[in-house]
């Protein structure tokens, strides 16, 4: 197995966390915003697995499956409270689902 | 509890009463109170003068409780009874019972009675602390106390603006006089390092500190604090140049003008010059200014009175320049006569007052000297009561005044700090007296009446036997208040030079007087004469401007009022105000921009919250 350098790794995980963040913050549609958390959280993932391959450590993977089992929950939580919104109100914009505004 | 400080203390309960209880208290209850605690203050006040002069020691003093000290100098609560203060608890107690008694049945149907004879009490109070004080913190504590109870009668009643803008010309004109004074007691301090004013005058005379000056040209420390003392004085006394307030403070009810601004809080300027006679010795030139602003006052309020047409602004006048007699007296070193003259003057200057307030009362408030006339017949009581005032303040021979300021004349001749020309001025200020007293008589006793025919003569002051009690009594005191000297050379100096001014003085200064009457009788022909129904106030520029006081207010708004609310409209938004408001708009910043923040939009909050994360990890990293 080829050794992939560590800071590759590393860029691959932030530009996918990037690409999450950026994800969550410019979408209205809540369906999107879930999907671009799942991208974070793998983001974060592939950070684990990368380093723990450089330490030659079980951690990392054990932590990605912790993570994996934890995304899987969430999103069907998620899922189901936006079926419930599309019920509900019709639409997934979260702009007018907003109710926080004092 | 000794007599001494149980003197003050009788007004002070009835004040407090009077002033938790206010209208709930029926006029009965509410002049038997305060009128009691007078006559047993004026008791007190007797049984120590009594003591005082029978006793071998010349001082009683009594010490309440220490007030605060400074380093080693202690400033007590206590009182000091020498035959100066004698002489002014009598003064004040007598002339004031007489006065409460007057006012309690002058101001019977006014609807805060209460109030008044409140503040009339505390007044008393202030006044007794201010002529008792052993020390000049004490002393400073009861002149606020007077200017506080001047400020509230002037303006008792204070729906009408014209009392209210009187009251508040009175306190800012004395306040100026009394931050002289404070300086001047930070001076004294500074350089004795004393406040007691026993040790003052006794330091004054062998502190070398004090008397001598550095350099020959450079005046000492003598020299400063007398004279801001003397400006302490002159607020207070009403004398050049801040004697602006008196006329106005006419806007009070009478009795206070014969309390107040006649018989005692106005001399409280003398008594401070005569209780620290030991610095002001060490002053000479400061004595001479004394005796020059004393004399200037004096005539120039002499030809003021001489234009009045309200009686009251005319008896202000001439309490004015009474009391530049007063300080004359003090400035020429004749001490115990400006004293002497104190006294009388509270005698008859509150019976003039007093009935010239009955006389008031009768017409339905008419104060106007043109329009009364020929009140010889229709009030013969209150006519004679006036004359008797009348002939005591010209100095009649035999009258107390007459005493007094003889006394005064006399000792001007050969003073080293007055001298001819002084002698010349008080004289000429005596004709002006007498030429003044005689229009004032003549406008508003002889003559024929010009107020309406129909007018009913209002009888509630002019019957009542209390009332007429006080007044008679008051009047015998101005008569034979002359023949009652007291000793006071254990407190202040006397002159011990052979007195060898020629005989040729005297006579003169007798003969002044009738030469004065005589004029006037010529002279205000016209206001004596029978037929004449009406008169018209004199309108010539001349008149006009001695009506107004000699143009001092119009000066004082050119030169100090106007400027001062010119700086005051540009400062209007306050320059400090805008400093301190620098850091609430900082503040306000940063209030908008957490604010906008808070937008209520999650994808805002989101984006915050990543950004802000990001901004920490790289802080720390970096």
Same mark, same amino acid.
């Given at each position: 197995?080829?050794?992939?350098?560590? $800071?590759?790794?590393?860029?691959?995980?932030?530009?996918?966390? #990037?690409?999450?963040?950026?994800?969550?913050?410019?979408?209205?549609? #809540?369906?999107?915003?879930?999907?671009?958390?799942?991208?974070?959280?793998?983001?974060?993932?592939?950070?684990?697995?990368?380093?723990?391959?450089?330490?030659?450590?079980?951690?990392?993977?054990?932590?990605?499956?912790?993570?994996?089992?934890?995304?899987?929950?969430? $999103?069907? $939580?998620?899922?189901?409270?936006?079926? =419930?919104?599309? =019920?509900?109100?019709?639409?997934?914009?979260?702009?007018?689902?907003?109710?926080?505004?004092? | 509890?000794?007599?001494?400080?149980?003197?003050?203390?009788?007004?002070?309960?009835?004040?407090?009463?009077?002033?938790?209880?206010?209208?709930?208290?029926?006029?009965?209850?509410?002049? /038997?109170?305060? &009128?009691?605690?007078?006559?047993?203050?004026?008791?007190?006040?007797?049984?120590?003068?009594?003591?005082?002069? !029978?006793?071998? &020691?010349?001082?009683?003093?009594?010490?309440? /409780?220490?007030?605060?000290?400074?380093?080693?100098?202690?400033?007590?609560?206590?009182?000091?009874?020498?035959?100066?203060?004698?002489?002014?608890?009598?003064?004040?107690?007598?002339?004031?019972?007489?006065?409460?008694?007057?006012?309690?049945?002058?101001?019977?149907?006014?609807?805060?009675? !209460?109030?008044?004879?409140?503040?009339?009490?505390? +007044?008393?109070?202030?006044?007794?602390? %201010?002529?008792?004080?052993?020390?000049?913190?004490?002393?400073?504590?009861? @002149?606020?106390?007077?200017?506080?109870?001047?400020?509230?009668?002037?303006?008792?009643?204070?729906?009408?603006?014209?009392?209210? %803008?009187?009251?508040?010309?009175? +306190?800012?004109?004395?306040?100026?006089?009394?931050?002289?004074?404070?300086?001047?007691?930070?001076?004294?301090?500074?350089?004795?390092?004393?406040?007691?004013?026993?040790?003052?005058?006794?330091?004054?005379?062998?502190?070398?500190?004090?008397?001598?000056?550095?350099?020959?040209?450079?005046?000492?420390?003598?020299?400063?604090?007398?004279?801001?003392?003397?400006?302490?004085?002159?607020?207070?006394?009403?004398?050049?140049?801040?004697?602006?307030?008196?006329?106005?403070?006419?806007?009070?009810?009478?009795?206070?003008?014969?309390?107040?601004?006649?018989?005692?809080?106005?001399?409280?300027?003398?008594?401070?010059?005569?209780?620290?006679?030991?610095?002001?010795?060490?002053?000479?030139?400061?004595?001479?200014?004394?005796?020059?602003?004393?004399?200037?006052?004096?005539?120039?309020?002499?030809?003021?009175?001489?234009?009045?047409?309200?009686?009251?602004?005319?008896?202000?006048?001439?309490?004015?320049? *009474?009391?530049?007699?007063?300080?004359?007296?003090?400035?020429?070193?004749?001490?115990?006569?400006?004293?002497?003259?104190?006294?009388?003057?509270?005698?008859?200057?509150?019976?003039? +007052?007093?009935?010239?307030?009955?006389?008031?009362?009768?017409?339905?408030?008419?104060?106007?000297?043109?329009?009364?006339?020929?009140?010889?017949?229709?009030?013969?009581?209150?006519?004679?009561?006036?004359?008797?005032?009348?002939?005591?303040?010209?100095?009649?021979?035999?009258?107390?005044?007459?005493?007094?300021?003889?006394?005064?004349?006399?000792?001007?001749?050969?003073?080293?700090?007055?001298?001819?020309?002084?002698?010349?001025?008080?004289?000429?200020?005596?004709?002006?007296?007498?030429?003044?007293?005689?229009?004032?008589?003549?406008?508003?006793?002889?003559?024929? *009446?010009?107020?309406?025919?129909?007018?009913?003569?209002?009888?509630?002051?002019?019957?009542?036997?209390?009332?007429?009690?006080?007044?008679?009594?008051?009047?015998?005191?101005?008569?034979?208040?002359?023949?009652?000297?007291?000793?006071?050379? !254990?407190?202040?100096?006397?002159?011990?030079?052979?007195?060898?001014?020629?005989?040729?003085?005297?006579?003169?200064?007798?003969? !002044?007087?009738?030469?004065?009457?005589?004029?006037?009788?010529?002279?205000?022909?016209?206001?004596?004469?029978?037929?004449?129904?009406?008169?018209?106030?004199?309108?010539?520029? /001349?008149?006009?401007?001695?009506?107004?006081?000699?143009?001092?207010?119009?000066?004082?708004?050119?030169?100090?009022?106007?400027?001062?609310?010119?700086?005051?409209?540009?400062?209007?938004?306050?320059?400090?105000?805008?400093?301190?408001?620098?850091?609430?708009?900082?503040?306000?910043?940063?209030?908008?921009?957490?604010?906008?923040?808070?937008?209520?939009?999650?994808? @805002?909050?989101?984006?915050?919250?990543?950004?802000?994360?990001?901004?920490?990890?790289?802080?720390?990293?970096?």
């Amino acid at each position: 197995m080829t050794d992939i350098p560590l $800071v590759h790794v590393l860029i691959l995980s932030s530009l996918l966390f #990037t690409i999450g963040f950026v994800g969550v913050v410019v979408r209205k549609n #809540t369906l999107f915003m879930l999907m671009s958390l799942e991208v974070m959280l793998n983001a974060v993932g592939v950070a684990f697995i990368g380093a723990g391959s450089v330490w030659q450590e079980a951690d990392g993977q054990i932590m990605f499956m912790l993570i994996l089992t934890l995304a899987a929950a969430e $999103v069907a $939580v998620g899922l189901a409270l936006l079926i =419930r919104m599309q =019920r509900h109100y019709r639409t997934l914009d979260i702009d007018v689902l907003s109710k926080m505004k004092g | 509890m000794n007599l001494l400080a149980s003197l003050p203390l009788y007004p002070l309960l009835s004040f407090l009463v009077l002033i938790s209880f206010g209208k709930r208290l029926s006029w009965a209850v509410a002049s /038997w109170l305060s &009128v009691g605690a007078m006559g047993l203050s004026a008791l007190c006040s007797l049984v120590l003068f009594a003591q005082l002069s !029978t006793s071998e &020691v010349n001082v009683i003093t009594s010490h309440l /409780w220490q007030w605060f000290s400074i380093g080693s100098a202690k400033v007590n609560v206590s009182f000091y009874l020498d035959a100066l203060s004698a002489v002014m608890i009598l003064v004040v107690t007598g002339v004031g019972f007489l006065i409460h008694l007057f006012a309690a049945i002058y101001m019977k149907n006014d609807e805060n009675f !209460t109030r008044f004879m409140a503040y009339m009490n505390l +007044f008393i109070v202030a006044m007794l602390v %201010l002529v008792l004080a052993d020390n000049l913190v004490l002393l400073y504590l009861g @002149w606020e106390g007077v200017g506080l109870c001047s400020f509230l009668l002037i303006g008792f009643w204070y729906q009408e603006k014209s009392n209210v %803008l009187a009251a508040r010309k009175a +306190f800012i004109v004395t306040r100026i006089g009394d931050t002289a004074m404070a300086i001047g007691l930070f001076l004294l301090f500074k350089s004795l390092s004393s406040l007691n004013i026993v040790e003052i005058n006794q330091l004054a005379q062998t502190s070398d500190v004090f008397s001598l000056s550095l350099a020959n040209n450079e005046p000492s420390d003598a020299y400063w604090a007398a004279l801001l003392l003397l400006g302490g004085a002159v607020g207070k006394s009403a004398q050049l140049p801040l004697q602006t307030w008196l006329p106005d403070a006419m806007a009070g009810p009478t009795p206070v003008s014969a309390l107040i601004h006649a018989a005692t809080m106005v001399t409280a300027g003398v008594y401070l010059i005569a209780r620290m006679n030991g610095v002001f010795i060490m002053a000479p030139e400061v004595m001479t200014y004394v005796a020059w602003l004393g004399v200037i006052t004096l005539l120039l309020a002499g030809v003021a009175a001489l234009a009045q047409t309200d009686i009251k602004r005319v008896l202000a006048y001439s309490t004015m320049s *009474q009391i530049g007699y007063m300080m004359l007296a003090l400035g020429a070193g004749a001490w115990s006569a400006g004293v002497f003259h104190l006294m009388t003057h509270a005698f008859f200057k509150a019976l003039l +007052f007093l009935t010239a307030g009955a006389v008031i009362l009768a017409l339905h408030h008419q104060q106007n000297l043109f329009k009364m006339g020929g009140l010889l017949k229709k009030l013969p009581f209150e006519s004679a009561l006036f004359f008797i005032g009348l002939s005591c303040l010209v100095a009649l021979p035999g009258t107390s005044g007459f005493f007094s300021k003889e006394a005064i004349i006399a000792s001007l001749w050969s003073s080293p700090t007055a001298g001819a020309s002084l002698w010349w001025c008080a004289i000429l200020g005596a004709l002006l007296t007498s030429i003044y007293s005689c229009r004032l008589f003549f406008l508003a006793f002889l003559g024929d *009446q010009r107020f309406p025919k129909d007018l009913v003569i209002s009888e509630h002051v002019d019957t009542n036997y209390i009332l007429r009690a006080a007044l008679v009594f008051l009047a015998l005191l101005s008569l034979f208040g002359g023949l009652f000297t007291v000793d006071l050379s !254990t407190v202040l100096p006397v002159n011990n030079k052979s007195e060898l001014s020629p005989d040729w003085l005297h006579i003169v200064a007798i003969l !002044t007087p009738f030469i004065g009457i005589a004029f006037s009788w010529f002279y205000f022909k016209r206001y004596r004469n029978k037929g004449i129904t009406s008169l018209e106030e004199s309108q010539s520029s /001349w008149v006009v401007f001695c009506r107004n006081g000699l143009g001092f207010d119009v000066i004082y708004r050119f030169l100090l009022v106007k400027p001062y609310c010119f700086i005051a409209e540009l400062n209007r938004r306050d320059l400090f105000d805008q400093l301190i408001m620098l850091s609430a708009r900082y503040v306000g910043i940063w209030r908008d921009i957490l604010s906008a923040s808070q937008n209520g939009s999650l994808r @805002w909050f989101a984006a915050t919250f990543g950004l802000s994360m990001v901004g920490l990890i790289l802080v720390v990293i970096l």
